[in-house]
T-cell receptor, first 117, second 112 residues
Framework: GAGVSQSPSNKVTEKGKDVELRCDPISGHTALYWYRQSLGQGLEFLIY????????KSGLPSDRFSAERTGGSVSTLTIQRTQQEDSAVYLC???????????????FGPGTRLTVL | GEDVEQSLFLSVREGDSSVINCTYT??????LYWYKQEPGAGLQLLTY?????DMKQDQRLTVLLNKKDKHLSLRIADTQTGDSAIYFC????????????FGKGTMLLVSP
């Protein structure tokens, strides 16, 4: 079946502008994660959604970052007043329901490469 | 705290075996993963091992887990140029939900 998709694949923006990044998880997956991968760094956890529960926002680096997940499916990561240090690849992942034996496995999308000029 | 360490770079010749190593610090990890990232692409799940196992084999891939030393390795047999990529080790804890803690990745370069 279809994997996790993300759009846009590339985004170039000017410092100070807002950006929205979209993630479509695998159908039926209840968990959705956002990560950030900066040049030369590992993956940094940003935010986690599980079903209708309140999201775990503990990884968001500042209040300029927010995310929502509508209808338990599609998620949008919003970065307000972008800064150059926000330049990174933003990766989304989804996981099957908690009752599934595979629930800990995360399946990643191709990422959105954000460049802030 | 959680910390996952990997060597940054490995170079091998085509046909040789590659061994990528990873150490982690959280003894409560329940799953350990290997992901592959090709240039410009997202992460592809290669394999994972549950913490009560010490070995898992999947075709050319062999995962070894030494839980006592908190050491995980990925062996790729008969390495091909198409295996050139960045390999990430990650750990998770099954606490009802879990985020993954990733290492910084090991770049594997396979030369002809």
């Amino acid at each position: 079946g279809a994997g996790v998709s993300q759009s846009p694949s590339n985004k170039v923006t000017e410092k100070g502008k807002d950006v929205e990044l979209r993630c479509d998880p695998i159908s039926g997956h209840t968990a959705l994660y956002w990560y950030r991968q900066s040049l030369g760094q590992g993956l940094e956890f940003l935010i986690y959604f599980q079903g209708n529960s309140a999201p775990d926002k503990s990884g968001l680096p500042s209040d300029r970052f927010s995310a929502e997940r509508t209808g338990g499916s599609v998620s949008t990561l919003t970065i307000q007043r972008t800064q150059q240090e926000d330049s990174a690849v933003y990766l989304c992942a989804s996981s099957p329901p908690l009752a599934d034996r595979d629930s800990d496995t995360q399946y990643f999308g191709p990422g959105t490469r954000l460049t802030v000029l | 705290g959680e910390d996952v360490e990997q060597s940054l770079f490995l170079s091998v010749r085509e046909g040789d075996s590659s061994v990528i190593n990873c150490t982690y610090t959280d003894s409560s990890s329940t799953y350990l993963y290997w992901y592959k990232q090709e240039p410009g692409a997202g992460l592809q799940l290669l394999t994972y091992i549950f913490s009560n196992m010490d070995m898992k084999q999947d075709q050319r891939l062999t995962v070894l887990l030494n839980k006592k030393d908190k050491h995980l390795s990925l062996r790729i047999a008969d390495t091909q140029t198409g295996d050139s990529a960045i390999y990430f080790c990650a750990e998770s804890m099954n606490s009802g939900y879990s985020t993954l803690t990733f290492g910084k990745g090991t770049m594997l370069l396979v030369s002809p």
